[in-house]
């Protein structure tokens, strides 16, 4: 079917492929493991030479071992073939380890945008006492949260943290995109101590 309906159809390519990947061609694609399925469907995408290969959530109902296995050959094509491949999926780890330009969609809406490098690299998490004192105006706080005695920060910017006051260590991307997701694009900057009344909570500001 896939050679009749592309007339660009790499009939070669796609053989070799299902050979190494030990696909039995007598049996149905439904009666397919999730892995053997995902493979062939990338089989069947890549066979007919994409100048760009789309995939939503392709590895989302397979096991680790097949979702490792299915990035590393579609990593293998893009280097081989200079294929450009726009993936969504929620695993955010598996995105860390291929992707080199993230989108991030709340609501349809666009959060954020960039080269995954420069993105880790402008973001930081901030440890310190509870918040007393104003941010930079340059420091964009994306999340915190505080207790009675700590306020943790996720902040986005391009200059030098070198406030004494704060613990600076970097994020995973997975840190940054849940940090981007679960909080408003806007949250409030630590302005100023918490009551001595206050508890343990987390803040959001809307």
Do not use: Y
């Amino acid at each position: 079917m896939g050679a009749r309906l592309n007339p660009r159809w790499d009939a070669a390519f796609a053989r070799r492929r299902v050979e190494r990947l030990g696909l039995d061609l007598r049996q149905r694609a439904g009666r397919l493991s999730g892995g053997e399925r995902a493979q062939l469907a990338l089989t069947l995408g890549l066979a007919k030479r994409p100048e760009l290969r789309i995939l939503d959530e392709p590895v989302a109902a397979v096991d680790p071992l097949a979702r490792r296995e299915f990035l590393q050959d579609l990593m293998e094509v893009v280097a081989e073939h200079g294929l450009s491949v726009l993936l969504s999926s929620h695993l955010v780890t598996d995105l860390e380890r291929i992707c080199d330009h993230l989108v991030v969609l709340v609501g349809s809406r666009l959060r954020l945008a960039g080269d995954v490098e420069n993105l880790l690299a402008s973001h930081h998490r901030l440890v310190g006492p509870r918040c007393t004192t104003r941010l930079p105006a340059a420091q964009q706080v994306v999340a915190e949260s505080h207790t009675d005695r700590q306020t943790t920060l996720i902040v986005r910017t391009d200059e030098p943290i070198i406030d004494p006051a704060w613990t600076v260590s970097g994020l995973t991307l997975e840190d940054l995109v849940l940090a981007h997701l679960s909080h408003p694009p806007e949250p409030r900057a630590c302005t100023g101590p918490a009551p001595a009344s206050s508890r343990p909570s987390l803040t959001l500001v809307r």
